[in-house]
């Protein structure tokens, strides 16, 4: 196992954009959760449809997961992932801990949004966009980080399978995010083609 590694400045500039659409969607999610607060009345801009409705998601017990909005949660994590981004970027080059440090936030972050995304669908029966940003931006996030630690050796694994993570980390995320469009858009089919 290698003892440090970096990251390819492809790899830096992904984390980095990343953790920018988590943050911006964080950061737009608070601002309408500390009006809907003020204003029990206020509908967020991207409630547009019974379907893409960022209201009904807020107003959900889902929505405050720990006892706080999950977007407070989404501020501070996803500034960790810019600042990792950013230090990649500058050239550093981080013990095998710090990454397997970084794969378990990762892995606590792709765990959380696929709950979400399953409550989304089948219990609060609605779609925040802001939300949907933030799956976007977690799951390509989590698949390339677990690549580094693969391929550098600190999670351990058969060389096939860090060949497949050297040659096609690419079709991972793709293929999540696809999975998740898929449920997304059979979920709501009638509503979609009507």
Not at 28 to 56: A, M
Not at 126 to 150: D, E, G, K, R
Request: with cysteine; net charge neutral; glycine share 10%.
């Amino acid at each position: 196992m290698r003892r440090y590694a970096g990251g390819s400045r492809g790899l830096a500039l992904l984390i980095v954009l990343t953790g920018a659409a988590g943050l911006l969607a964080s950061w737009v999610i608070t601002l309408d959760k500390f009006k809907l607060l003020e204003d029990p009345g206020f509908v967020p801009g991207c409630s547009l449809n019974p379907v893409l409705s960022c209201g009904s998601v807020m107003e959900s017990d889902q929505a405050s997961a720990f006892g706080f909005p999950n977007p407070m949660l989404g501020l501070a994590a996803y500034g960790i992932v810019i600042c990792v981004g950013m230090s990649l970027l500058a050239g550093a080059r981080f013990p095998g801990w710090y990454w397997l440090l970084f794969e378990a936030g990762c892995l606590f972050g792709v765990g959380f949004v696929s709950w979400l995304q399953f409550e989304s669908l089948y219990r609060i029966n609605a779609l925040c966009l802001w939300c949907c940003l933030a799956w976007l931006a977690t799951i390509p996030l989590f698949w390339y980080v677990t690549s580094v630690c693969v391929r550098e050796g600190f999670l351990p694994a058969p060389g096939p399978v860090k060949t497949f993570f050297a040659e096609f980390t690419w079709v991972l995320p793709l293929l999540h995010i696809g999975v998740v469009g898929m449920l997304v858009l059979t979920r709501w089919w009638d509503f979609w083609t009507s």
